[in-house]
Each structure stands twice: as structure tokens, then as C-alpha cells.
């Protein structure tokens, strides 16, 4: 065991710098996703310095917390499952069946993916709220009340689904029609076949997609700020008001290891049971034939209900771009530039502020998901293991934790972060690595090695051909891993939140300030900008990322 | 600018991927000297340890233990891009993101030439592999050939002192491998670089080599010449895997003779009079004649393959033996069951030791 590990290192040697970067990225990974972990654990079990078990014993004496628990883990199990619904639903009309308008509602079910994540919140608001066009002005309700459980579980829904949508889109195209024919041919009926074959076929993904919906929905912290109420306390606000409404670091901590177990607990679930049980790959070609197993009459009704949420996604976004544009919604729909004026002048500081760190963000958590995905493939090292648990660790962590982690760990010697640009910029990055990793790993390991080894071959060091031949070849990875950490970098919130300052304040923490103080004119004007600059971003990513590997479009493998 | 090789107990084993504890013996205690400008194959069956053995040469994959030298130098602990020993890939990664120029170049640019010699090198490199008409293509737009000729344009541009080839041409059809191969050595023997060959193709072995390693589950069964190869096999192993073979047994009779069923054979050998001995008698080495010969046999079974006839024959109490006999078109071809005589060729007789 010692020895192999010294031979291996000994190899590695070869390539001081190679090294030297493998040192780095293990360091830093330790310090800046273990570490601020550990301070949440032992600040959960420390009162004013002594350790106690105290602050659990609370969950069993306070109802608050004890329905903090339970509120997150129904909405969540709810979520999941309405998601996953939805998300089969689009995925099987949009990768089997026969009808028209595919890429558009294909691209409206993923816009909710690229913008922040409690814009549905907001919409939510403007339609239902107190002053809702819907529930005020339409139907004259006088008592309704959007927030609670109700509230969240549809801003959640409409938030999260389209990940169910994406990750069943894989699984449902890679299961071969001609399976389904098969059955059809030896005489079952339709409903069969599809209980019988599709659904079984695709259950590991399904259970994949609810799993990876329920980590998302428990680590939620906008929706639930904006619409869950007081009377209804969910564990990421919970912890967040705990630190900062009453000071209480420790009963924060406490909450977060209480939040962290379920996340964790699906996440190793999802990653080392399922993804086993996964028997077909996600990253499988989409084949060409359709589906025979649903008669005319039920193509349409499916089709209806996909027409459905894509028009609900076109409304809640048209809602709040006209809110953007409207003088006081719910009183005075006047047309207006007034909330823009005040993004551009009062708040014009987050604006840039939000930008220059998700562009410092975006190409180092990029390149750093590339060079992380291409040492763990490509390369053998000692730790190998950890190294990739521990750099895909930070997913499954609800971003909650990870801020008061980072409140915890980097307020203090030896590293005092506090108030910096450095801190946020360091906390997305290794939040949104993992990502980068994943999709980086699943492409290298579909390329022959032997590309990597002709150009060492030809005296090109390690880090030159992970520049010039591994990085080219896996730019799809590349590029989903920028525009991930861009995308993420604009939109984060739970994390963000105890990391912000008078010095970098980021626009979601203004939406949801905003929010909070009855201005959603303003939100929805903070939210239009920050989807705007999302969509140009991606455009100048794909140029540059296209630029970049020219010859590619051409290539096949 | 050729070096030569040397190659010490060798060995490598891997874990094994199947049976956690248990070891893979891929290569065992090699030992090789290949002299500069000499084209040495390493030949033999799937999974017998070649292609290991030459990722050890080039670098990528770590000699348990032993010693590689290039020159008076060891290799052990240089990084492969440092090797100076360029390798041609039996699947050819070539850089598909990379025209055909820019691939032939990519070792010059990271050596920091100036770009007028860059563009010279590549130029004459390319126009010996017929590529200069496309040196602004797309990988993707050649034939299966003109990629082969890029992996080997980028290894020979780089003038190394070693050149690699695993398997190089068994992805191409027969034509096409047949063409290379002269081309592959021409260029070989022009340039005068010292080359190691990988293939399990004899043919191919026996053609373009100076000498041939035959090697069987990891070990190096034989080194020598492609005659010395074929008509003095040190194993049954080497006999069968370079062409076909008879085995008959024979007995001993003094230093240079052995006594076949009565019949006096001039074989050196070895071993004490009355000892048993393995002989090879290559089917071409046997003379077949309707009314004389050492041995009465009877045609088992004739095919006819175009440039030879193939035979069965049978021989009381040495039993079936392959018989080839040139120019069939012309001869007609013996039936089955047809009474003949069978005569060794004294001249290409050959003893297995042991
Ligand atoms: N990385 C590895 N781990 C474990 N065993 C390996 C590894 N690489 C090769 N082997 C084993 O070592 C032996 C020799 O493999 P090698 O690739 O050298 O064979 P080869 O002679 O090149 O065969 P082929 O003609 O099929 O290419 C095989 O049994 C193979 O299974
Ligand atoms: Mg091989």
C-alpha cells in the first residue's frame, strides 16, 4: 500500500508541476470545503466555548424547530414527487412522441434552470399575493394568503422540475424504442408495455431525478424566505434567522447538521446505489425513432399538459417583466422606467459588484472542474479517491451550510476572509466545481487515452496537453461547466447571503431585500437584468469556447 | 542521431483487474539489445505482453522492475515527453482537433523552433508521406491510410532517436497494409532510426524486419532474423506461430544425424545417441513423387490454394503430416487416396532442443 503510493507519487514527480498542482488543489479543497464544514459541526456541539450536546436536545423541546424539520422534509418529498412527474411527462413528450414545436418548449423548460432561482417567488407574488392580478383583481379574494406550505411547494415546483426534466430527458432517450417495439410485436397492450418495459427501464433515473429534486428543494432558501411566512418555518430560513435575527451561531450550526443529513443521506443514495442500478447511460444517443405505445388520443393529452407548463413558465416570466415595467403593481399599472432608473443608479454598485465576481468565478471554477476531471482520469495519484469525493462533496451540501461554514471558519485566524471579494468568490468556486468534474469525467472517459499519451509522447509536458489537446476535446464539458458556474454565480443566494457586505453585495440578495420590503417593482427589474446578462453570457461563452476548438465541430470519435 | 536499445529483466506485472491480490504477468524478464538503425518486431499472439512491453520503452506505463536503456543512458525515471522516442499508435490519436499540419508540427512548437525551420521540416516530412496536398485538412476528412500516414509523419518530423509503432497498420485492409509496410520501412531504413515494431501479423514481421522477437504469454521465446525465425525455431511455440509446421519425433543417431523411421536424416543436434528429438519440417520442405521417396504415404486430403496445392498426407506409423507443393495450376493436383512417397528436404532440417 505505502509503497505503491510512493511509486505513484514518485511518477508524478517526474512532473514538479504536476504535482505541485495536485498539493494545491487538495489543500484547497481541505480548507475551503472540509474545513468549514468541521466549524459547522463543532460549533453545533459548543455553547460559549463548552462542548454540550445542548443545542440538539432543542430539536426534541422546541416545536419551532421540530416543525422546521418536518415542514422542509414534506415540502421537499412533494416537491420531488410532483417534479419528477412533470419532468417524465415533458421528457417523454419531448424525446418520444411525435409533435411539433420540440426545441422551443424544450428551451422553455430549462429557462427556470438560467435565472434566479426565486423568480418564480416573485411571480408567484404578483399573481396570488396580497395584491395579486389574480387573486385581488381577478377573483376579488380578500382573504387568500399565497404563503405556507401551498406557496412554496408551487414556486418549488415550477423551479426545480426542470431539472427532473433534463436529467429524465437523458435517461428516456438512451432506452431504445425498439424495445418497446419488441413488445408491442410479441402482443402486449400499450399500457403494458409501458409498465412493463419504459417504466422499469427508466425507474433507477426516476428515482435519480426525485432524489436529485428533494436535495435541491431542502437546500432552497429564497422561495421559502419570500413565501413560507412565519407561521410556517422551514430548516434553511430557520438557520438563517437564527444567526442573523437572534445572533445564535450554535443553534444555526445545529440546524445546519440537522438539514445536512437528509441532503447527504439522498445524495449518497442517488450517487452510489442508483447510479449503479442506472442501466442505461445517460450520455447515450438519442435515437431517431419514435414512440408507438400511446394512441393519438393520450399523444395530445400529454402534449396539452407540457403546452400547459411552458405557458405557466412564459407567464410567470412575462409577469414579472411587465412588473419590471409597471409603476405599483396591483394599484397603478402605468408603465414605467422608474425601477430600472433605480437598479441603474442606487443599485447600480450590486449590479457590477455581482458581475466582476461571477466573471472572476466562472473561468477558474471552469478550469479547475477540467484539471480536476482530467488528474482523476487520466492520472494516478494517492488520495485519488478523496480528492474526487471531496471536490463533489460541496453538491450535495446545501449552500446554507456552506455560508454559515464559511461565517465560522473564515471570521477568524488563521484566515480571516470576512467581507471580501475573495470569500465569495472562493465559496462558488468550490460549490460550483462539481459540476465541471462530472461532465469532465464523463466525456475523458469516452476519449482514447492515446491522444493524451501522443502528445507527451511528442514532449509535451502534463500541463501542456491537458492546454492544448485534453481541453479542446472535452470543450462541451468546458462550456457546460462555464456557463454553470456563471449561471450559478449569478443566481446564488443561500450561500451568498452570510457572505455579502457594504463592500460586494450581490443583486439576489437585493431581490430578496426588496422583496421583503414590499418594493417588488423593483425585484422584478433586478431579476429582468440578471436574466438578461445570463443570456448574453452564454452567447460570448459559446464564441469563446467555440473559438477555441475550431476543428471540433468537425470531429468524431 | 540512432541510438540503441537495451532492455534488462524487464518485468511487469499489473494487479489484476478481475481478482483483487492476484497479479497480471504481462512481460517476464526481458531482455533485448536492438542496435542502431535496426528494426526489431516484437511478435505474437493477443495478450502476450507486446504492446506492454513498448509502453514501458515509451514511458507510459512503469517497469515493476528491470532496466531500459537508451544508449548509455537509463530511461526508468525519464518522463515520457522527455524520452525522445516517438511513438505511432495502433488506433493513430491523431488530434482530431488539429489540421494534418498542425499535427505534424505540434512536437516542433514545443520545442520553440523558429517558424521557418518548422514550415521546412514539416514540408519535407509531408511530401515523403504524400500528405502535402492536404496539409489543411481536418483529420476527419482522410481515409483511413492518410491518418496513418499523419501518426507517422508527426513521429519521423520529430527525427527521435527511438520510433514506436504498436500495431500500426491493423486497421487498414490488406492492400493497403501491404503498401505501407514497404513504405514504413523504406522510410525506416532511409532515415536509419532505430525502430520497434509491434505486430501479430508474421507476414508483416518477417517482411520489414532486421530481427524478430517472438514472444508467448510474457515471455521472449526466441530473438533473431526472420530466416533464423523460420528455419531454426528455438519452441514448437515459435514453429507454429511462423508458419506451418510438422513435428515429427525422431531418435538421435550420432552428432549430425537422426534416424526418422529408419531413415537417415542429416540434423545436428545436441543430445546423447539414442535421445528423442522434435523435428520441424516445413510443409514446403517436403518433396512429393508418385514413384520413389524415403517414406510411402496416402493422400488424406488436397486443397487447392492458387499458388500452391495444400495436402493431408498420412505415413504409417508417423501419422498426418501438411504438405505444400508450389505450381499446382500447372502439376494438376493429387487425389485422395492416391499412393505416394514423401521426401524431407535435407537441406532445411531442423531439431527443437530439449
Ligand atoms: N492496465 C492493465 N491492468 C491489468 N492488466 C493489464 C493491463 N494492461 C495489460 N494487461 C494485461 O497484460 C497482458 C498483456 O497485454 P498487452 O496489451 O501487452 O498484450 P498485447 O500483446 O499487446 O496484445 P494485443 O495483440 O491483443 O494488443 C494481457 O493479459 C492484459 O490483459
Ligand atoms: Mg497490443
Not at chain 1, 380578500?142 to 412554496?152: E, K, M, N
Not at chain 1, 434567522?241 to 443529513?261: D, K, Y
Not at chain 2, 509502453?55 to 522492475?65: K, N, Q, V
Not at chain 2, 513504405?183 to 518477417?206: C, F, K, N, P, W
Request: net charge positive.
Amino acid at each position: 500500500m505505502l509503497t505503491t503510493a510512493r511509486s505513484q507519487l514518485r511518477i508524478l514527480a517526474r512532473d514538479p508541476i504536476l504535482l505541485a498542482l495536485v498539493a494545491v488543489i487538495f489543500a484547497a479543497i481541505l480548507i475551503f470545503v472540509v474545513y468549514p464544514l468541521m466549524m459547522v459541526f463543532i460549533a453545533s456541539f459548543q455553547e460559549r466555548g463548552e462542548w454540550t450536546g445542548a443545542n440538539y436536545a432543542l430539536m426534541s423541546e422546541r416545536r419551532l424547530y421540530r416543525n422546521a424539520l418536518w415542514n422542509s422534509l414534506s415540502v421537499g418529498a412533494l416537491v420531488g414527487l410532483i417534479g419528477v412527474v412533470i419532468g417524465y411527462l415533458a421528457a417523454f413528450v419531448l424525446t418520444r412522441l411525435d409533435v411539433p414545436g420540440k426545441r422551443v418548449l424544450h428551451y422553455l423548460m430549462i429557462v427556470p434552470i438560467i435565472s434566479p432561482p426565486f423568480v418564480s417567488a416573485v411571480s408567484i407574488l404578483f399573481l396570488f399575493g396580497f395584491n395579486g392580478l389574480i387573486t385581488r383583481q381577478l377573483l376579488g379574494l380578500q382573504d387568500f394568503s399565497i404563503y405556507g406550505f401551498h406557496g412554496v411547494v408551487w414556486s418549488q415546483v415550477f423551479t426545480f422540475a426542470p431539472i427532473a426534466y433534463l436529467s429524465l430527458r437523458g435517461v428516456l432517450a438512451s432506452i431504445s424504442p425498439t424495445l418497446e417495439d419488441a413488445a408491442l410485436n410479441i402482443g402486449a397492450s400499450r399500457w403494458q408495455v409501458f409498465w412493463k418495459v419504459t417504466f422499469p427501464l427508466s425507474l433507477p433515473g426516476v428515482a435519480s431525478a426525485f432524489l436529485i429534486v428533494f436535495i435541491e428543494s431542502m437546500a432552497d432558501f429564497g422561495n421559502p424566505l419570500v413565501l413560507a411566512g412565519a407561521a410556517f418555518p422551514m430548516l434553511a430560513p430557520q438557520a438563517y434567522l437564527e444567526i442573523t435575527g437572534s445572533f445564535n451561531l450554535a443553534r444555526g450550526a445545529m440546524l445546519s447538521v440537522i438539514l445536512l443529513i437528509p441532503s447527504i443521506t439522498a445524495f449518497a443514495i442517488q450517487r452510489y446505489w442508483i447510479a449503479r442500478r442506472q442501466y442505461v447511460t445517460v450520455t447515450g444517443k438519442p435515437t431517431a425513432s419514435t414512440s408507438k405505445i400511446v394512441s393519438t388520443r393520450v399523444k395530445w393529452l400529454l402534449y396539452a399538459l407540457v403546452l400547459l407548463f411552458a405557458a405557466l413558465v412564459l407567464m410567470f416570466y412575462g409577469v414579472i417583466f411587465v412588473g419590471a415595467f409597471t409603476q405599483v403593481w396591483g394599484f397603478n399599472y402605468t408603465p414605467t422606467l422608474d425601477h430600472f432608473a433605480y437598479v441603474f443608479d442606487v443599485g447600480f454598485k450590486t449590479v457590477t459588484d455581482t458581475l466582476i465576481i461571477a466573471i472572476i468565478t466562472t473561468p477558474i471554477s471552469g478550469l479547475l472542474g477540467m484539471l480536476i476531471a482530467f488528474l482523476v482520469v487520466r492520472r494516478v495519484f494517492p488520495g485519488k479517491r478523496a480528492l474526487e469525493f471531496g471536490s463533489i462533496l460541496s453538491y450535495a451540501v446545501p449552500g446554507t451550510v456552506v455560508g454559515i461554514g464559511y461565517v465560522l471558519a473564515f471570521n477568524g485566524p488563521p484566515f480571516i476572509l470576512t467581507g471580501t471579494l475573495l470569500i465569495l468568490v472562493l465559496c462558488f468556486v468550490f460549490r460550483y466545481v462539481p459540476v465541471g468534474i462530472q461532465s469532465g469525467t464523463a466525456i475523458l472517459r469516452q476519449i482514447d487515452p492515446s491522444i493524451e499519451e501522443a502528445a507527451q509522447n511528442l514532449g509535451a509536458s502534463a500541463l501542456t496537453t491537458f492546454r492544448k489537446v485534453t481541453l479542446p476535446l472535452i470543450a462541451p464539458a468546458f462550456f457546460s461547466a462555464l456557463v454553470y458556474a456563471f449561471v450559478r454565480a449569478m443566481t446564488a443566494i443561500s450561500a451568498a447571503i452570510f457572505l455579502v457586505s457594504a463592500n460586494w453585495n450581490l443583486m439576489t440578495v437585493q431581490i430578496l431585500n426588496q422583496v421583503g420590503s414590499g418594493r417588488l417593482g423593483v425585484a422584478a427589474a433586478y431579476s429582468v437584468v440578471v436574466i438578461a446578462i445570463v443570456l448574453f453570457a452564454i452567447v460570448v461563452i459559446n464564441a469563446i469556447v467555440t473559438r477555441m476548438t475550431r476543428h471540433m465541430n468537425m470531429v468524431k470519435f | 542521431m540512432a541510438e540503441s536499445v537495451h532492455i534488462h529483466n524487464l518485468e511487469k506485472r499489473f494487479a489484476s483487474p478481475d481478482a483483487p491480490g492476484q497479479e497480471v504477468h504481462a512481460v517476464r524478464n526481458a531482455n533485448l539489445e536492438v542496435t542502431p538503425g535496426e528494426l526489431v518486431t516484437l511478435l505474437g499472439p493477443s495478450g502476450c505482453g507486446k504492446t506492454t512491453l513498448l509502453r514501458m520503452i515509451a514511458g507510459f506505463e512503469e517497469p515493476t522492475s528491470g532496466d531500459i536503456l537508451f544508449g548509455e543512458r537509463r530511461m526508468n525515471d525519464v518522463a515520457p515527453n522527455r524520452r525522445d522516442a516517438a511513438m505511432v499508435f495502433q488506433s493513430y490519436a491523431i488530434f482530431p482537433h488539429l489540421s494534418v499540419y498542425e499535427n505534424v508540427v505540434f512536437g516542433l512548437r514545443l520545442q520553440k523552433l523558429s517558424d521557418a525551420e518548422l514550415k521546412a521540416r514539416a514540408d519535407k516530412v509531408l511530401a515523403v508521406s504524400g500528405l502535402t496536398s492536404m496539409a489543411n485538412r481536418s483529420p476527419n476528412q482522410l481515409s483511413g491510410g492518410q491518418q496513418q500516414r499523419v501518426a507517422l509523419a508527426r513521429a519521423i518530423v520529430m527525427e527521435p532517436k527511438v520510433l514506436l509503432f504498436d500495431e500500426p497498420l491493423s486497421n487498414l485492409d490488406a492492400k493497403l497494409r501491404d503498401q505501407m509496410r514497404v513504405e514504413i520501412r523504406d522510410l525506416q531504413q532511409r532515415l536509419g532510426i532505430t525502430s520497434l515494431y509491434v505486430t501479430h501479423d508474421q507476414i508483416e514481421a518477417m517482411s520489414i524486419s532486421d530481427r524478430i522477437v517472438v514472444m508467448n504469454s510474457g515471455n521472449i521465446e526466441q530473438i533473431g532474423t526472420p530466416r533464423e525465425v523460420y528455419a531454426r525455431p528455438a519452441s514448437r511455440f515459435v514453429a507454429e506461430f511462423i508458419g506451418k509446421a510438422n513435428f515429427p519425433e525422431a531418435i538421435v543417431a550420432d552428432a549430425q544425424t537422426v534416424d526418422l523411421r529408419g531413415v537417415k536424416l542429416p540434423v545436428p543436434t545436441s543430445g546423447n545417441v539414442g535421445d528423442k528429438v522434435t523435428l520441424v519440417l516445413r510443409p514446403e520442405a517436403i518433396a512429393l513423387s508418385a514413384t520413389e521417396g524415403d517414406f510411402a504415404a496416402t493422400v488424406r486430403r488436397a486443397m487447392f490454394l492458387g499458388n500452391v496445392a495444400e495436402y493431408l498426407i498420412e505415413i504409417e506409423g508417423l501419422g498426418e503430416w501438411l504438405v505444400d507443393v508450389p505450381n499446382p495450376g500447372e502439376k494438376g493436383l493429387l487425389d485422395p487416396g492416391q499412393q505416394i512417397f514423401a521426401s524431407p528436404s535435407h537441406s532445411s532440417l531442423h531439431a527443437l532442443r530439449g
